[in-house]
């Protein structure tokens, strides 16, 4: 028996007409469910307690709800404390790969929830730190790349137990969830969100070194220049030249709610909805 949803948190993407439209719409719906109901600032509704993300550490969630694109579901895992579940709604968003439905199903999928007809969709996450920094985890990747864009670096990168030197403008760190994203736009796999692995892409390195898919150990990096490092597209930090920069398996998971099983759900995302054989 699914557990009940009693206390939820609402997070859309900042500025989206769209995004705010369906909102209210859940809201309304959760409200005449008896579901009590947080928006997360700036986002203010009627019938929902406006709060901030930092507030909310004080909260027992059951769920989030993220309505926008990708980058509003990727925000929330960030803002959102502790390990409730996120349900994804792509409404004012692009592909909306992370998302469970889009904006013309808030209601089944609503009535879905509230009678506890869904599932619990664990990914893992992965995170950087440099010293004694921990950089925010990221869901999809990391990404290290030169500042300066008339010198390539070279870089080190030490994983399970061996060392590989090259000169590259930059390289990505994905997991499986991500690898539709910066990987897979630089000819990197799409893998299946559920697998315990990660990709290493390099960026433009001289001698063309290949994309590797590896278990998810730790990994190790360091470059002869400045870098930035980029957490999820959305953040980012200068890292000094020969810092080194360790990246692990995040200790918490992001853990999606689902409506339906699906298997190579990214493929249709991605505009792939029939495939041949």
Do not use: C, W
């Not at 209210?24 to 009627?46: D, F, N, Q, W």
């Not at 990168?157 to 760190?173: A, C, P, S």
């Amino acid at each position: 028996m699914a557990p009940e949803i009693r206390t939820v948190a609402i997070i859309t993407k900042i500025g989206s007409v769209e995004a705010e439209e369906a909102a209210i719409k859940v809201t309304g719906l959760l409200s005449r469910a008896g579901v009590k109901t947080y928006s997360v600032l700036p986002l203010k509704i009627e019938g929902a307690t406006p709060t901030r993300p930092e507030d909310l550490a004080q909260v027992r969630l059951d769920l989030i709800f993220a309505i926008g694109g990708d980058g509003t579901t990727l925000r929330a895992f960030r803002v959102i404390p502790g390990k409730a579940p996120l349900f994804g709604i792509n409404s004012g968003g692009h592909r909306g790969i992370l998302a469970e439905i889009g904006s013309n199903s808030i209601d089944s999928a609503v009535a879905s929830i509230i009678a506890g007809s869904y599932f619990y969709d664990s990914r893992i996450r992965i995170q950087a730190y440099s010293d004694s920094s921990a950089f925010p985890p990221a869901l999809n990747d990391i990404l290290i790349t030169r500042v300066s864009l008339t010198r390539t670096p070279a870089m080190s990168i030490k994983l399970m137990g061996d060392e590989i030197k090259q000169r590259m403008d930059g390289i990505v760190i994905s997991t499986p969830t991500g690898s539709t994203g910066h990987s897979f736009s630089i000819g990197g796999p799409v893998l299946h969100e559920g697998m315990n692995s990660l990709i290493i892409s390099p960026i433009a390195s001289v001698n063309r070194m290949p994309q590797l898919v590896l278990p998810v150990e730790e990994i190790t990096i360091q470059s002869s220049h400045e870098t930035h490092l980029i957490v999820d597209g959305q953040e980012t930090f200068k890292v000094d030249r020969e810092r080194p920069i360790r990246i692990m398996r995040y200790s918490e998971d992001a853990t999606f709610l689902r409506l339906e099983k699906k298997g190579m759900r990214q493929l249709a995302k991605l505009g792939f909805s029939k495939l041949a054989f």
